[in-house]
């Protein structure tokens, strides 16, 4: 199902400031892919197969648009609640899941390898969003909201705070990186992967916070964005350094993808007619935005690219 908007430029691609001219391809529109989803997450392109696979997760699901056809079809189900994906730098897939409290990777013959499940001998919360580093090292957000009731996963009880982590690219070695952000959700490095962002989503309000990063560690822990009425979840990095964000929840004004500068600055809004949860970008030069919003997917091609592995 794609529905496009008949007009150009497109009135849901909004410049908030001059510097996202550049960014907004005037004979763009937004399209919507898919609708029927019950809260669409974690978006992860294949250029291989030219597909994209995303999260359902209160009905277990992984779902598979196909470009070539449009079509829509289960990838994985049930998905042990799955949330975040990401690809690892030889392609294989990573993901998040709620139900089982843990990340793992998806190997080329479709067995399934636990990359984490535990930190010093207690079970993970309910791994929400992951990224992975050049170096193959593995970094994961870990907060409590597949475990706080039984509509992302199921009610348990948290053995740990929510914290950060990092699995080692060779040893697999599952270290804590951050421990002092409320709810952390998404995440992103720069393109130089010398700053590490990270979305503090039960501070009040919401925001981005910046840390440097130094090796296997991290240090000046800042605030980037003070997201005020705005509820930022998950986002990528294009290879100018801006953040793709997504963004609502509930009005016109606020639904849909907002778009920052590395220095924290709104310059433009990709207006949706739900909330956005989380992008990637895909498609054969990385410059198709995709955006998994509520209870469908979306996608915009952009006037840049996604950097490699985001």
């Not at 908030?16 to 004979?27: G, N, T």
């Not at 739900?274 to 006037?303: D, K, P, Q, W």
Request: with cysteine.
């Amino acid at each position: 199902m794609t529905e496009t908007n008949r007009r150009y430029p497109d009135p849901a691609v909004r410049i908030l400031d001059p510097r996202f001219k550049a960014l907004r391809l005037a004979s763009a529109s937004v399209e919507c892919l898919y609708q029927g989803a019950r809260w669409s997450e974690g978006p992860v392109w294949f250029g291989d197969g030219r597909y994209v696979l995303w999260s359902d997760i209160p009905n277990n699901r992984i779902l598979r648009w196909d470009e070539h056809s449009g079509t829509v079809t289960p990838f994985r189900q049930p998905s042990n609640n799955a949330n975040g994906h990401t690809r690892d730098r030889e392609g294989r897939l990573i993901g998040c899941e709620h139900l089982t409290r843990r990340v793992t990777r998806t190997e080329y013959d479709g067995s399934i390898t636990v990359l984490a499940d535990r930190y010093n001998g207690k079970r993970l919360n309910s791994p929400n969003d992951v990224v992975v580093k050049s170096d193959g090292s593995i970094w994961f957000t870990d907060p409590t909201f597949g475990i706080d009731g039984f509509y992302e996963g199921e009610h348990q009880e948290s053995e740990l705070p929510a914290c950060v982590y990092r699995v080692d690219g060779q040893s697999d070695e599952v270290t804590m990186v951050i421990d002092d952000v409320l709810g952390p959700n998404g995440l992103a490095f720069s393109p130089d992967e010398k700053i590490l962002y990270v979305v503090e989503s039960r501070s009040e309000p919401r925001k981005i916070r910046a840390f440097d990063v130094s090796g296997n560690t991290l240090s000046n822990n800042r605030v980037l964005i003070d997201a005020g009425p705005g509820t930022p979840d998950g986002f990528r990095v294009d290879v100018h350094g801006n953040l793709w964000c997504g963004w609502g929840m509930g009005t016109d004004e606020l639904d849909g993808v907002r778009i920052f500068t590395p220095q924290g600055e709104a310059i433009g809004h990709i207006a949706l007619p739900e909330r956005c949860a989380n992008v990637c970008f895909g498609g054969v030069h990385r410059n198709r935005l995709f955006m998994a919003a509520s209870h469908g997917l979306y996608s915009l091609y952009v006037n840049t690219q996604g950097v490699k592995g985001g």
